[in-house]
């Protein structure tokens, strides 16, 4: 089972979602872009995804 994070930073919300096996959705999060530090939002954004799916960061594979 590979899982893959995707990530996208808009201007209001960024999203982060994890696929398994290139075609199923397991979960998906958002939190609002935190544009004086990018990385504020894509954290708390993939923390998020992470928890709901109850995946550890070394499961993933390709982000």
Do not use: C, F, N, Q
């Amino acid at each position: 089972m590979t899982i893959l994070l995707g990530v996208d930073t808009g201007g209001t919300y960024t999203d982060a979602v994890l696929i398994r096996d290139d075609t199923d959705v397991i979960a998906s999060a958002k939190s609002l872009t935190t544009r004086a530090d990018l990385a504020l939002g894509i954290g708390s954004a993939v923390w998020a995804v992470l928890a709901e799916a109850d995946v550890a960061p070394g499961e993933i594979a390709l982000a």
